[in-house]
């Protein structure tokens, strides 16, 4: 594990371009992640949820800056994203670590 991290917040885009792939590169990231020892908060798969009871964005932005603040680094996915960017931050503000997603593995 890196420097002492064990629970990682995954950020990345979600709503810029594909939405069903980039939720896929999230989950592969993820899975790195859990096979590499790291406990992992995925904000991505709240799509499903999304998908049976629908909410404003802005709720889903709220949970994930709640589990976000239980987290001891985020890992920032490449891509463009409003969300992300608003996570990371927050992380900035809490003085929880971020990485990009090439650098967490150097």
Not at 5 to 33: M, W
Not at 82 to 92: I, L, Q, S
Request: with cysteine; proline share 7%; charged share 25%.
């Amino acid at each position: 594990m890196k420097d002492g991290i064990c629970r990682v917040f995954v950020s990345g885009p979600y709503t810029k371009g594909d939405v069903a792939a980039n939720v896929r590169a999230a989950i592969e990231a993820a899975a790195q992640l859990t096979d590499t020892g790291y406990i992992v908060y995925l904000p991505h798969l709240t799509h499903f949820w999304h998908l049976v009871s629908p909410r404003p964005y802005e709720d889903w932005i709220k949970l994930d800056l709640a589990w976000l603040k239980l987290c001891d680094a985020v890992v920032r996915l490449p891509g463009e994203s409003p969300g992300a960017d608003r996570e990371e931050t927050e992380a900035d503000t809490l003085g929880i670590p971020v990485y990009d997603w090439s650098e967490f593995w150097d």
